[in-house]
């Protein structure tokens, strides 16, 4: 099988010790990774130049589309790049005022990106976003209704059937639970493990907790300044941390 | 009826005539001279060189005749009228250390090498209406310094500079001609070149509004005024034909350059930045604002943060022009009946579908 | 009566002599550069050098410097405001061209070589050879969805124009139509998302596969814009919500016409509407074939 992602040897350098360094990974059709460290580990500095919004100094990215072509992301033209967010990836992000339009209705920013592909038939889109509506839990009745009006919960889940309505191959997940509590996280957490399965959707997500890794993810790469400490099945990680700062971190979930 | 609303040749021309008879007003009081103008409201003559972006006392006393004293109207007759003017040089840099100051000061340091001018300022006067100007009296006495000024004062942030502590003040990497927003439009994002030009040739009040916001927590600029000079300068040509420069007469600036304070950031160590300011004329009041935002606009370049209006280029610069706003706002006296009537119905079609929906029962 | 553009007084007078045309050559050169552009790219927003004119911004001067830089001696000029040859504005910007070009005016829409407009598209259909100008207040038709320059100029460049769908979704979603009645955004030649000026969207098949050159000129945003003589122009719709045109039950009051763009009047104190040709040409011409 092959990867739909294949990073090697990628660094983004700051110049003060900040940045990701030397980062190797694969990534299969519809598998969920999780990238789990602190803030300051340089996680989310490696997903936004996984996402071609930071310029990578070294190494490469190989995306695999659809038709299985082969794009090489640190040197693709942003035109192309922006082709590719459109119709290949999605991005949720911590913060649903970055990720969504606040000003308009929940169902004009599910049929977005199906307007951005082309779609121009009202009624097709309304009966879209409608459905994933209903995927997300947010409901059908509310599809008139802004996302100001949601609680962080549904605002995330709004994220979710925004960037999953086009049935992207790829989703760059930062943070998506950040400002959740407790209660909400497993929720979201469960649904969007549901979608992304029953999709066949691959997820990198960007975590600072190691619970979300071990609700979601099979694989799990652990940072820490800048550089990847540990990688493996997230089952294995859980159950037999190798480096010092993994079994801290797998500790600290256990006691909680 | 129906001729009625459309507008006239003959309404245009009677337009015209009225707005001379008001400019005029009573003609049993004397007509106001050109020269009257430049010599009694000069502070008006150099605001509109300055907004009008043409350095002529005479065009400028001239519009603000023509306006009646309003100097918005003023400074866009002027432009107009600078449009059409041919290009026949470009000057050599000014050189604001060389200028014949009548009037410097430094809120930084106690004393300066030259001594602080006061000049010409009515900062200490007090602000009593003074009646005696109300008739005309005789020449007030003005007694001659006992020594004159020297002909040279050192900029006092060169002396900050001599010690590390005030950033270099630089051309851009390789010292490309600066835009000239008079042939070429204003893109982003704008270099600081094309920024200073646009503020020298905004709104005062504008200026001082985003200025005055900075000081009030939008947008962290700790700012002190380290020199503001005004005199005479001269103004050199460096023909091509004669291969030596040539001095084609003085205009008078006033100049503010701002220290600012900055803690440092990735590529430059803490140190004093600069904020800078030049305009035609006697205005302070332009020089300091323009200053103030000039630093402002750099937050992105030093790094700082950018949420403030004064820290958007494209708020601040593009709203900054007088001629551009005016026009802009007062277009809204148009006709607009045609788009009107589009609203009209589409409203009418909205409103009879919402009161159709209220009618109906409910289920 | 005053002379505005008389020279400003007697010692100033020998200083210059306006142009043909108003604008000196060299700046005529850059706008037709500009112009070139423009109809080699139908659609495209190309930033120019816009100059400051003896007018309001906001009052034409994007319109009359496409016209000064394309009249020429033999050029008939017509101008209108709201579709009307009388409107201040429209004998302003006619008598400002009479006066630096010194070119023949006319009313008659046939016989105009140049037509200025300001919100609308004349009724009777333009022919080969004719140019038409028009005066853009914004030509950003993204500008109220997205305030940065620098944003909608990528979003030109990729052709993103998803968020113009999003706007014209929510209308259908809050008033069952889509809420646009004037400036309705078009597509030009199936590239370029484009204003067309502020005219009804009455107006708008016009601009479709027309035989006249149409320009377009924002002075104040420093932008013009051109659709080329017979280019495809696509008013935005959804397919199940297709453009449609203002239509009205009455006819002109004055001309009988049951097809042409009407204004409303409030006839008297009682509040009681008349409907006439906003056209007043095309009004006029109604009346005289009638007689």
């Not at chain 1, 598998?31 to 602190?38: D, Q, T």
Request: aromatic share 6%.
């Amino acid at each position: 099988m092959t990867p739909i992602l294949s990073v090697q040897g990628l660094r983004k350098d700051y110049g003060n010790g900040q940045g990701c360094f030397d980062i190797d990974f694969e990534l299969f059709a519809g598998e969920v990774l999780c990238i789990v460290g602190e803030s300051g580990s340089g996680k989310s500095t490696l997903l936004a130049t996984l996402a071609g919004k930071l310029a990578a100094d070294d190494g490469s990215v190989v995306f695999r589309d659809k038709n299985e072509r082969a794009h090489e992301l640190t040197r693709l033209a942003e035109a192309e790049r922006r082709r590719l967010a459109r119709s290949e990836w999605g991005y949720v992000t911590q913060h649903a005022r970055d990720g969504l339009r606040m000003n308009v209705s929940a169902g004009a920013n599910v049929s977005e990106r199906l307007m951005a592909l082309g779609e121009r038939h009202y009624g097709r889109l309304r009966a879209a976003a409608a459905d994933w509506l209903e995927k997300v839990e947010i409901g059908a009745d509310r599809l008139d209704d802004k996302p100001c009006a949601f609680s962080g919960g549904m605002q995330q889940r709004l994220q979710i059937a925004r960037n999953l309505v086009t049935r992207p191959r790829l989703v760059f997940m930062d943070e998506p639970t950040g400002g959740l509590d407790v209660s909400v996280q497993a929720r979201f957490l469960d649904l969007t493990r549901r979608l992304v399965h029953d999709n066949r959707i691959a997820v990198i997500m960007v975590t600072h907790d190691l619970g979300v890794a071990r609700l979601l993810a099979q694989r799990t790469l652990v940072m820490q300044g800048g550089r990847v400490v540990e990688a493996g099945l997230t089952d294995q990680i859980l159950d037999d941390p190798q480096h010092p700062y993994t079994q801290l971190l797998v500790s600290s979930i256990l006691q909680a | 009826m129906y001729v009625a609303v459309k507008g006239g040749e003959t309404a245009i021309a009677r337009s015209w005539d009225l707005l001379a008879a008001r400019r005029r007003g009573d003609e049993a009081v004397p007509e106001l001279s050109l020269a009257q103008i430049r010599q009694q409201l000069r502070l008006a003559v150099h605001r509109v060189m300055q907004e009008g972006s043409l350095y002529d006392e005479e065009l400028a006393a001239l519009a603000l005749k023509q306006a009646a004293g309003d100097a918005m109207e003023a400074v866009f007759l002027l432009r107009a009228f600078r449009t059409t003017l041919p290009r026949l040089a470009t000057s050599l840099p000014l050189d604001t250390s060389a200028m014949r100051v009548a009037r410097r000061v430094s809120g930084t340091f106690k004393d300066v090498p030259g001594g602080q001018i006061l000049g010409p300022t009515a900062d200490y006067t007090q602000r009593l209406l003074d009646f005696s100007l109300a008739e005309p009296a005789a020449t007030p006495r003005c007694e001659l310094a006992e020594a004159p000024l020297p002909e040279c004062l050192p900029s006092v942030l060169d002396l900050l500079a001599a010690e590390g502590l005030m950033e270099a003040d630089l051309p851009p990497p390789d010292d490309p001609a600066p835009a000239d927003l008079t042939r070429e439009p204003l893109l982003f994002p704008a270099d600081r070149p094309a920024r200073l030009q646009n503020l020298a040739r905004g709104d005062e009040g504008w200026l001082l509004g985003l200025a005055y916001s900075t000081q009030r927590g939008y947008a962290e600029n700790h700012p002190f005024a380290g020199e503001i000079r005004m005199g005479e300068i001269s103004v050199m040509l460096l023909p091509d034909e004669l291969g030596f420069e040539i001095d084609i007469g003085a205009i008078v600036v006033t100049e503010c350059q701002m220290i600012n304070q900055f803690a440092g950031g990735p590529h430059a160590p803490p140190q004093f930045t600069r904020g800078y300011g030049l305009v035609f004329g006697e205005s302070e009041r332009k020089a300091m604002s323009m200053a103030l935002v000039d630093r402002s606009l750099r937050a992105q370049e030093l790094g700082e943060s950018t949420g403030s209006p004064a820290q958007q280029a494209e708020f601040a610069l593009c709203h900054s022009d007088s001629v551009e706003a005016s026009g802009f706002v007062q277009h809204l006296k148009l006709p607009h009946y045609v788009d009107f009537q589009a609203e009209l119905s589409l409203i009418r079609t909205l409103r009879a579908e919402h009161d159709r929906q209220q009618d109906a029962p409910h289920d | 009566m005053t002379e505005p553009f008389s020279p400003p007084s007697a010692n100033l007078d020998d200083r210059w002599r306006y142009n043909f045309g108003f604008l000196d050559e060299n700046t005529k050169r850059m706008l037709r550069r500009a112009l070139l552009k423009a109809v080699a790219v139908p659609g495209y927003q190309v930033p120019f050098g816009s100059r400051e004119m003896p007018l309001p911004y906001g009052w034409g001067t994007g319109g009359i410097q496409l016209t000064a830089a394309v009249i020429g001696h033999e050029d008939v000029l017509k101008v209108i405001d709201q579709g009307a040859d009388d409107t201040t504005n429209a004998v302003n910007i006619r008598r400002f061209f009479a006066r630096v070009a010194g070119v023949a005016t006319t009313t008659v829409t046939r016989d105009a070589t140049l037509i200025q407009t300001r919100h609308r598209i004349p009724e009777t259909p333009l022919a080969e050879g004719q140019i038409m100008v028009f005066q853009v207040p914004e030509p950003e038709p993204l500008r109220t969805l997205e305030a940065s320059e620098v944003e909608t100029r990528k979003l030109h460049a990729h052709q993103e124009y998803g968020l113009m769908h999003v706007k014209l979704y929510e209308d259908i979603a809050r008033y069952g139509h889509i809420a646009t009645s004037y400036d309705y955004p078009v597509m030009v030649n199936r590239r370029y998302l484009a204003s067309p000026s502020p005219i009804p969207k009455f107006d708008n098949p016009k601009l479709h596969r027309s035989p006249a050159l149409m320009l377009f000129g924002a002075g104040r945003e420093k932008r013009l814009y051109a659709i080329p003589p017979y280019t495809e122009v696509e008013s935005l719709a959804f397919e199940d919500h297709p453009f449609e045109a203002q239509h009205w039950s009455q006819a002109c009051a004055l001309c009988g016409s049951s097809d042409s763009y009407l204004d409303e009047i409030i006839a008297d104190d009682a509040g009681v509407r008349q409907f006439v040709c906003s056209d007043t040409d095309h009004c006029r011409q109604q009346r005289e074939a009638a007689q």
